[in-house]
Nanobody, 115 residues
Framework: QVQLVESGGGLVQPGGSLRLSCAAS????????IGWFRQAPGKEREGVSC???????YYADSLKGRFTISRDNGKNTVYLQMNSLKPEDTAVYYC?????????WGQGTQVTVSS
């Protein structure tokens, strides 16, 4: 069974940084486009960033310059570096892997930005 496991979330003060990881098992992420999404309480899930198989990265306009997505195919892991965090970044962050008709989601990791 394919598994995506997010980690790296936690409580951080405004202006702080976190690096989220999305590690895969039973699937090789090399062939998948990977996306990070987030869902805040009472809000719909929204796209944060995605990275294609060739390493091209895309970001939500509001997050450009603060978040960086990267992939390490050797470790079968995708990362989301988040800097200058704001309280409005508080959400559960999910990773998604897509290839053709296959789509997998992780269970999410909580990020809380608060003083």
């Amino acid at each position: 069974q394919v598994q995506l496991v997010e980690s790296g979330g936690g409580l951080v003060q405004p202006g702080g940084s976190l690096r989220l990881s999305c590690a895969a098992s039973r699937v090789t992420l090399d062939y998948y486009a990977i996306g990070w999404f987030r869902q805040a309480p009472g809000k719909e899930r929204e796209g944060v960033s995605c990275i294609s198989t060739d390493g091209s990265a895309y970001y939500a306009d509001s997050l450009k310059g603060r978040f960086t997505i990267s992939r390490d195919n050797g470790k079968n892991t995708v990362y989301l570096q988040m800097n200058s965090l704001k309280p409005e970044d508080t959400a559960v962050y999910y990773c998604n892997a897509e290839y053709g008709s296959s789509s997998y989601w992780g269970q999410g990791t909580q990020v809380t930005v608060s003083s």
